[in-house]
């Protein structure tokens, strides 16, 4: 029988990942957008484009108006 604390550490895991997961997709969502000034290959969400979009991404794109929610999405999820 499982343990009651065990069980309740399996769904805390478990949400912390659904709640990575749903960010990751709405990170892409807002990646999607064409008027973002981002080269296509840096649109996928992996962890080597993450990390070139937290260091580029204001470059051509300061006054976009999802920029803040892209860079605090960002973070969150590396």
Excluded: G
């Amino acid at each position: 029988m499982i343990k009651t604390n065990t069980l309740s550490q399996i769904f805390k895991e478990h949400n912390i990942e659904v709640d990575r997961i749903s960010k990751i997709r709405t990170l892409q969502t807002f990646l999607n957008d064409t008027t973002l000034d981002i080269p296509l290959m840096r649109r996928l969400v992996t962890m080597e484009n993450l990390r070139w979009i937290l260091r580029n991404v204001l470059v051509n794109n300061a006054e976009h108006v999802n920029i803040n929610r892209i860079i605090k999405l960002t973070k969150e999820v590396i």
